[in-house]
């Protein structure tokens, strides 16, 4: 009887067995991603991500995850300003130095940091699955280094069809913006592309920096084509500038109070070429060492500060 009821609903049995079993979602293959540290493997997507720079940050934003975590994000407002910060976050403290207890105490699967902070690598990694992703410093063009680093991140939190498609239409929008440029800029004088930093500290941007190679992604060339730092720009005082008065000046927000005051009110400043024949045009705020959000929002500000016309 035993034998017979066996006979009777082993088959069946099996037959469901095998249709289950061929119908079930195959398990997820871990995630791999190479860095400058090695190679991370995650078991999934990563949905808690700490961010340590604000390359970092923008572009898990632009992403479509909030960051769980984030450095300096009081000095984000004044130097990137856009994308805006998430309203709940955990605060590491200052970028060059996060704070490891505030880090833990996030609980993040995903930690972001730049070469800048490789040497403490190991500790991160204690915390969470640690990637080290550097956009500077590293004799790398700005461009496509900030691109294959959103598709890195992209892999790392599960979005790579966000990304595919938010590059698409950012290289559309390069484009139409460099046609735009094209059309505003004043004939016959390139683009200098400069930060105010101190009344002594001015970063004069090179081809490899990142507005540099956004222009260059334009179908335009940046001016000044000098020694550069490892971040792609050349540093020095108002005299660096003395060369390139023959240029169209763009300068980049923010600006100190005291360049406003002290600076542009001097002697030399108002000798430039560019000053005396209104070749001057000013920026918002934007992120020069940013990552691709940054890049697509320069050239953006860019196009409609030629459009609107010069400082007055």
Same mark, same amino acid.
């Given at each position: 009887m035993i034998i017979r009821l066996f006979s009777r609903f082993s088959a069946p049995v099996f037959l469901i067995a095998l249709l289950i079993a061929t119908n079930m979602p195959a398990m997820a293959?871990?995630?791999?991603?190479?860095?400058?540290?090695?190679v991370l493997?995650?078991?999934h997507p990563a949905k808690r991500v700490a961010v340590t720079n604000w +390359?970092?940050?923008?572009?898990?934003?632009?992403?479509g995850i909030d960051p769980?975590? @984030?450095?300096? =994000?009081? &000095?984000?407002? &004044?130097?990137v300003a856009v994308p805006e910060l998430p309203a709940d976050f955990v605060n590491l403290g200052q970028r060059s130095s996060p704070n490891l207890e505030a880090l833990r105490a996030a609980k993040?699967?995903? @930690?972001?940091?730049?070469?800048? $902070?490789?040497?403490?690598?190991?500790?991160?990694?204690? @915390?969470?699955?640690?990637?080290v992703l550097s956009i500077y410093n590293n004799d790398k063009d700005a461009l496509p280094t900030a691109r294959e680093v959103m598709e890195k991140i992209a892999i790392a939190i599960g979005r790579e069809d966000a990304a595919?498609?938010?590059? +698409? +239409?950012?290289?559309?929008?390069?484009?139409?913006?460099?046609?735009?440029?094209?059309?505003?800029? =004043?004939?016959?004088? &390139?683009?200098?592309?400069?930060?105010?930093?101190?009344?002594?500290?001015?970063?004069?941007?090179? =081809?490899?920096?990142?507005?540099?190679? *956004?222009?260059?992604?334009?179908?335009?060339?940046?001016a000044y084509q000098g020694p550069v730092t490892n971040w792609g720009a050349a540093k020095g005082g108002l005299?660096?500038?003395?060369?390139?008065?023959?240029?169209?000046?763009?300068?980049?927000?923010?600006?100190?109070?005291? @360049?406003?005051?002290? *600076?542009?009110?001097?002697? $030399?400043?108002?000798?430039?070429?560019?000053?005396?024949? &209104?070749?001057?045009?000013?920026?918002?705020?934007?992120? +020069?060492y940013g990552g691709m959000p940054s890049a697509l929002r320069f050239a953006q500000l860019l196009t409609e500060s030629l459009e609107s016309g010069p400082v007055k």
């Open positions: 293959e871990p995630i791999t991603i190479s860095h400058d540290r090695g493997t995650l078991e +390359a970092f940050t923008e572009t898990v934003i632009a992403l769980v975590a @984030i450095a300096d =994000p009081e &000095d984000y407002h &004044d130097w993040p699967d995903l @930690i972001l940091i730049s070469k800048e $902070l490789e040497m403490a690598y190991d500790s991160f990694n204690a @915390i969470a699955p640690t990637m595919k498609t938010w590059l +698409a +239409a950012t290289d559309l929008k390069f484009a139409e913006y460099g046609d735009r440029i094209r059309a505003a800029m =004043p004939k016959g004088h &390139d683009l200098d592309i400069v930060n105010f930093v101190s009344p002594t500290h001015i970063s004069l941007y090179g =081809p490899p920096s990142l507005p540099g190679t *956004v222009l260059r992604k334009m179908g335009l060339s940046i005299e660096i500038l003395g060369p390139q008065a023959q240029n169209t000046l763009v300068y980049l927000n923010p600006v100190p109070d005291v @360049i406003r005051q002290k *600076v542009w009110t001097s002697p $030399l400043w108002k000798i430039l070429d560019f000053v005396r024949n &209104d070749r001057v045009y000013e920026l918002p705020v934007v992120w +020069a």
